[in-house]
């Protein structure tokens, strides 16, 4: 689904055009995260961490710049786990309609590297959390 060879990437968004129609034709209403191990791009980025389409209710996050192996250090599976709850969650952020936030602690920060990522807790900040608390009561 959208992997293509001459990049050897995965293009997020062809992706997510397969995504919804997979759920389109199977029904599912409930909101998709894939996790994939292959790197990530969109147009206009040469790679990301993840992706979201709130239209879409799905959304896709990429193992492949999570690692430490990646960045020439000593792999560590707890690293691993703590960043791809890090993007997973950010990116069922997006799904639940929150945006980009400015608090560099906020799961909803967009980081712009590694470091950026690590930086984050694994928390909303107060202001997100009261707008997707508000979401959820409409839901
Ligand atoms: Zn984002
Ligand atoms: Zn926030």
């Known amino acids: 689904m959208g992997y293509v060879d001459t990049r050897k990437q995965v293009d997020a968004q062809v992706l997510l ?18 996790v994939v191990s292959q790197d990530l791009f969109r147009n206009g980025s040469s790679s990301v961490f993840g992706l979201a389409r709130e239209s879409v209710g799905g959304a896709v996050v990429s193992s492949a710049r999570l690692t430490n192996e990646y960045y020439g250090k000593a792999g560590d599976d707890a690293d691993l786990i703590d960043r791809l709850t890090k993007e997973g969650a950010h990116e069922v ?47």
């Open 17 to 34: 055009d397969n995504l919804a129609a997979y759920k389109h034709r199977h029904h599912i209403r409930e909101p998709v995260l894939i």
């Open 93 to 139: 952020g997006h799904l639940f309609g929150l945006g980009h936030c400015n608090n560099h602690e906020c799961i909803m920060f967009c980081p712009d590297n590694l470091d950026e990522l690590d930086g984050k807790k694994k928390m909303l900040c107060d202001s997100c959390r009261s707008e997707i608390e508000e979401t959820i009561d409409m839901m």
